[in-house]
Every structure is written in structure tokens, then in C-alpha cells.
């Protein structure tokens, strides 16, 4: 019913930068919170920036100050734009959505993932 797809990862040489792009597409009425999460190997997946209707947002410890989450509603799309990238930013991110579909049911909808790689 609803599809995020997540564009952006790579590989980037240590203080670098990224920019993230998740689009959501479908049986839309409205997305309240989105979200970028991120697993690195034998890790758990933990959350890294969030973002609200109403533009509040958070951030883990590890990111503020690097990290930037913002959001286009008219086009469904989150993004994280990510600087002064460390070797210890390496993961999976993955995008996530609350979606409030066409039918007034609410669901938790995650993105397929997308690799980051800080390397020199």
C-alpha cells in the first residue's frame, strides 16, 4: 500500500558529505512522524534524526551538529543531510515512516536501506 524509497548512499572519504532522500508513494491521507534509522554491522538498528508533522525534530547524541532532517510534505519526502562524516557513521540507514493511509488506518512503513560507507 505504501512504499518508501530511500536514494542518496555511498562511499565518502572521511570528513565528507551525503544527502539522503526517502519518497514515499501510495495510499496516502497524510504522514505524521518520519525518520532515519541506521544498523552497522553486529549492531542493533538505532534511531539517528526524526522529524514530526510540524517540523519538530531530534537527533541521536552521535550526529547533532552534523546531521540535518528536514522534510518536503508536498512531495512525501524526508531528508538527512549528513556532514563532517566519520568512519563510525558506516551503516545501513534506513528510512522510516507513520503513515495515516486513504482508509484512516495508521502503519509503521520502513524503507529497503541505503549503504553508507566512510572510508579513505
Known amino acids: 500500500q505504501v512504499q518508501l524509497v530511500e536514494s542518496g548512499g555511498g562511499l565518502v572519504q572521511p570528513g565528507g558529505s551525503l544527502r539522503l532522500s526517502c519518497a514515499a508513494s501510495g495510499s496516502i491521507f497524510s504522514i505524521n512522524a518520519m525518520g532515519w534509522y541506521r544498523q552497522a554491522p553486529g549492531k542493533q538498528r538505532e534511531l539517528v534524526a526524526a522529524?514530526?508533522?510540524?517540523?519538530?525534530?531530534n537527533y541521536a547524541d552521535s550526529v547533532k551538529g552534523r546531521f540535518t532532517i528536514s522534510r518536503d510534505n508536498a512531495k512525501n519526502t524526508v531528508y538527512l543531510q549528513m556532514n563532517s562524516l566519520k568512519p563510525e557513521d558506516t551503516a545501513v540507514y534506513y528510512c522510516?515512516?507513520?503513515?495515516?493511509?486513504?482508509?484512516?488506518?495508521?502503519?509503521?512503513?520502513w524503507g529497503q536501506g541505503t549503504q553508507v560507507t566512510v572510508s579513505s
Open positions: 522529524i514530526t508533522s510540524d517540523d519538530s525534530t
Open positions: 522510516n515512516a507513520d503513515v495515516q493511509l486513504v482508509t484512516l488506518d495508521e502503519y509503521d512503513y
